[in-house]
């Protein structure tokens, strides 16, 4: 799998516009889009083979997405971004003792980890 950042989106463009604009370039997934400070955003895009992810870098840097010129480069991944929950609740488990200490009463519903498991956590 292959990731490209896109950057210098304009800040009304969603991931369903995203997804639309590089839809030849299928299969892929859009992982995050985020707002910058100066109003635009930028886009993590993952997709299954770096075949895909050169030609839409090729046919898709420095193109207008409404209105405003994108530029796209190679995004390096250490680790591969899954959904998998086993990995949330091993996240939830090293989050937990945090949120606990700041939001209180809150934290399992943050963290995803129940009452039984904090009382485990914590002692």
């Known amino acids: 799998m ?5 950057k210098n989106l304009n800040n009304q463009t969603s ?3 995203l997804e639309g604009c590089f839809f030849p370039y299928k299969p892929l997934k859009v992982l995050d889009l985020n707002k910058n400070e100066d109003g635009s955003k930028t886009a993590r895009i993952q997709f299954e083979s770096k075949e895909n992810a050169n030609k839409a870098m090729q046919e898709m840097n420095m193109k207008e997405i409404m209105n405003r010129k994108i530029e796209i480069e190679f995004f390096q991944q250490d ?4 959904d998998d929950e086993e990995t949330k609740e091993l996240i939830g488990e090293a989050v937990y003792p945090i949120a606990l200490g700041r939001y209180g009463k809150v934290a399992p519903k943050l963290t995803g980890m129940s009452m039984i498991c904090s009382v485990m956590i914590l002692f």
Do not use: A, D, E, P
């Not at 292959?2 to 896109?6: A, D, E, G, P, T």
């Not at 680790?79 to 899954?82: G, H, K, R, S, T």
């Open 2 to 6: 292959s990731c490209l950042l896109v």
């Open 79 to 82: 680790v591969v971004i899954q």
């Open 15 to 17: 991931i369903q516009i």
